[in-house]
Nanobody
Framework: QAQLEESGGGLVQAGGSLRLSCVASGSIVSINAMGWYRQAPGKQRELVAAITTGGNTNYADSVKGRFTISRGGAKNTVYLQMNSLKPEDTAVYYC????????????????WGQGTQVTVSS
């Protein structure tokens, strides 16, 4: 099947920057859209940013102009560059990917990473 592994979370002061990375691996045939979601304590998981294979991007209004999503050259990696971080950006950030993998047949499925904690102190 497939796995997603995130890295790059941590603790940063308000106004600082972090870069999250997510790598997809496994018996992947193709990856369509990839994206980042976040979930703060007591809140629902929300879309932060998404990017298609063609490079089209979509951002939550709360992060526009501060965050940038991009895909790696091999297309199995997605990055989230987060600048001008605010305390309200504190959350667990999850990578996801809509991908097709081969097992006994071809399957298309949305996969999620385990999440990486981002904490922004005021």
């Amino acid at each position: 099947q497939a796995q997603l592994e995130e890295s790059g979370g941590g603790l940063v002061q308000a106004g600082g920057s972090l870069r999250l990375s997510c790598v997809a691996s496994g018996s992947i045939v193709s990856i369509n859209a990839m994206g980042w979601y976040r979930q703060a304590p007591g809140k629902q998981r929300e879309l932060v940013a998404a990017i298609t294979t063609g490079g089209n991007t979509n951002y939550a209004d709360s992060v526009k102009g501060r965050f940038t999503i991009s895909r790696g050259g091999a297309k199995n990696t997605v990055y989230l560059q987060m600048n001008s971080l605010k305390p309200e950006d504190t959350a667990v950030y999850y990578c996801n990917a809509d991908l097709t993998y081969y097992s006994d047949a071809y399957y298309t499925k949305r996969y999620w990473g385990q999440g990486t904690q981002v904490t922004v102190s005021s």
